[in-house]
């Protein structure tokens, strides 16, 4: 679980949007990213962001 506190300062790396707590993924509120939850801590990278559909951005 991810602290409050932590959600209340992240951004989304890619359009500097609000986030919010979806089960294991943080999930950006304008762009639709999907950030994956690894041992309790987010990776906000945006290579490693998925879209709705689970599929990585910038790949076919």
Same mark, same amino acid.
Do not use: H, N, S, W
């Given at each position: 679980?991810?602290?409050?506190?932590?959600m209340d300062i992240?951004?989304?790396?890619?359009c500097k949007a609000d986030l919010k707590? *979806?089960?294991?993924?943080?999930?950006?509120? $304008?762009? +639709?990213?999907?950030?994956?939850?690894?041992?309790?801590?987010?990776?906000?990278?945006?290579? *490693?962001?998925?879209?709705?559909?689970?599929? $990585?951005? +910038?790949?076919?």
């Amino acid at each position: 679980m991810i602290d409050k506190d932590l959600m209340d300062i992240l951004a989304c790396p890619a359009c500097k949007a609000d986030l919010k707590l *979806e089960g294991d993924r943080i999930i950006c509120t $304008k762009c +639709g990213r999907r950030y994956p939850i690894r041992d309790g801590i987010p990776v906000m990278l945006i290579d *490693e962001a998925e879209d709705a559909q689970g599929k $990585k951005f +910038g790949k076919d």
